[in-house]
Nanobody, 113 residues
Framework: QVQLVESGGGLVQAGGSLRLSCVASGSIFRINDMGWYRQAPGKQRALVAVISSVGITNYGASVTGRVAITRDRNTVYLQMNSLKPEDTAVYYC?????????WGQGTQVTVSS
């Protein structure tokens, strides 16, 4: 089992920045990809960014150029800049191990206009 704990969400004005963190614990030795997804009210969960165990990254189209994902062993970070009201959502950390996804409890990000 893998446990994920996110932190760093909050309320920010449009144009501001936030940094999310996610720490993985438990059976972390075979974690491959780690990433961030978000879900706004009434919408499906969508990819924000993902990073592989060797540092290959992939970003969702709506955030490309505004966010950066980094990883340090069992911790993954999401630096978000130039935030927009449409970035408001619950952000979930994901870790993939042995083709199984593990999810955090989510952290709320609210961007005011």
């Amino acid at each position: 089992q893998v446990q994920l704990v996110e932190s760093g969400g909050g309320l920010v004005q449009a144009g501001g920045s936030l940094r999310l963190s996610c720490v993985a614990s438990g059976s972390i030795f075979r974690i491959n990809d780690m990433g961030w997804y978000r879900q706004a009210p009434g919408k499906q969960r969508a990819l924000v960014a993902v990073i592989s165990s060797v540092g290959i990254t992939n970003y969702g189209a709506s955030v490309t150029g505004r966010v950066a994902i980094t990883r340090d062993r069992n911790t993954v970070y999401l630096q978000m800049n130039s935030l927009k009201p449409e970035d408001t959502a619950v952000y979930y950390c994901d870790a993939r191990r042995d083709f199984q996804d593990y999810w955090g409890q989510g952290t709320q990000v609210t961007v005011s206009s």
